[in-house]
């Protein structure tokens, strides 16, 4: 082994002998965890070091959500497109309220006057999603309804590709999402509307039917959907906040209870329903910076027009600037018989002596 694997081996060491390697390997197997802690407490730097264990293996593609700029300054390395920008903008809104009968009621009518999202339509992002390299999209949208649009229709042309390749018996490949802030996008009651019906089904088939696993990384438990968190191994850090509180106790052994409440930073309780490890993560180094990609926008050529054509436009051009004869001797005045003549001449020369 060299010295530099011994290295990357003894910074991902943990208490109680528990590794990232290990938790990697755990998540492969289920659906995934969610990182919850106080802030400060270090979400987003173990999520690197995850991230970063996680792309050693060629067959693991990660796709980092995130609504900060964190990942951009300070994971390194990493493909990045920022969403919800002048240059890309995938997700627009539609602003006409639908008009929807309401059963109970006869003759009501309900107004839906909620802001609806629609994907325009971007063959490069398909393409870009399909090439099955790691991405960070860093996500510009203020909207945790459009933010929530933009997951659900990455993760819904991630899911049926994986579905298709795992005809394959020899595709092993596996995916890791990370949701970065994860309750902007999956909030308490987020996946309670009937627009969230397929975004859930594909979330909970992810490990079976596509070999999707989840990270998702949030401040409170009592913030993010009960869907999302009943399905996701918990891994806690130092917890505060009374709701939050409540809830982890109801998920931890009693022993355990106090001490999520003096976790040092880094220090999570992965409580995977057995031995349930204290492990310990280390700073993580920076290495390379972030490579920004955009859709190039193409303006089609003009094609150098040909001998004919040029003929053409100079026939055309030289009826256009001359002068029309028959029209211009048409428009001179012309009495139609000596009499009315006369008679106009009269009365122009009426008081004039």
């Known amino acids: 082994m060299s010295e530099n ?15 990232v390697s290990k938790l990697i390997e755990d998540i492969k197997k289920h659906l995934g965890i969610v990182l919850v802690a106080e802030a400060g407490h270090g979400k987003s730097f173990t999520a690197f070091t995850i991230v ?17 700029t964190i990942w951009r300054r300070k994971f390194g390395s990493i493909n990045c497109v920022q969403v919800g920008t002048s240059r890309f903008n995938p997700i627009v809104e539609n602003n006409k309220a639908r008009l929807e009968p309401v059963p109970i009621f006869r003759d009501t009518i309900f107004v839906n006057l909620d802001k609806k999202w629609l994907y325009r339509k971007s063959l490069w992002l398909e393409q870009l ?27 819904q042309i991630v899911y049926e590709m994986q579905e298709h390749k795992l005809e394959d018996e020899h595709y092993h490949r596996h995916y890791l999402i ?18 969230s019906l ?36 918990p891994v806690v850090g130092l917890t505060l906040g009374e709701n939050s509180l409540r809830k982890i106790k109801a998920m931890i052994p009693e022993n355990l209870r106090p ?42 050529k003009r094609k150098k027009p040909n001998i004919l054509s040029r003929l ?36 122009l020369s009426f008081g004039v002596h």
């Open 5 to 19: 694997e011994n290295s990357d081996k003894e910074n991902e060491r943990v208490h109680s002998g528990f590794t």
């Open 178 to 195: 990370v949701l970065e802030e994860v309750q902007n996008a999956f909030g308490t009651y987020s996946l309670n509307s009937d627009d």
């Open 259 to 300: 001490r999520i409440q003096n976790l040092p930073s880094r220090t999570w309780i992965y409580l995977d329903g057995e031995t349930n490890p204290e492990f310990t993560v280390e700073p993580f180094t920076k290495t390379g910076k972030a490579t920004m990609l955009k859709p190039t926008v193409t303006t089609p």
């Open 198 to 233: 397929e975004l859930f089904t594909i979330f909970t088939q992810s490990r079976s039917d596509a070999q999707i696993h989840y990270i998702a990384v949030g401040q409170r438990l009592n913030d993010i959907s009960t869907k999302v968190i009943e399905r996701l191994r």
């Open 312 to 347: 053409f436009d100079v026939v055309i051009n030289q009826r256009v600037s001359k002068p029309d004869i028959d029209q211009e001797e048409s428009s001179v005045y012309e009495p139609e018989d000596e009499k009315l003549d006369d008679e106009l001449e009269d009365d």
């Open 129 to 155: 999603l399909r090439s099955q390299q790691s991405l960070l999209f860093e996500i510009k949208y203020r909207n945790g309804r459009r933010i929530k649009a933009f997951e659900s229709l990455v993760l």
């Open 52 to 68: 970063k264990e996680a792309l050693k293996d060629p067959d693991t593609t990660v796709i980092v959500f995130s609504p900060s």
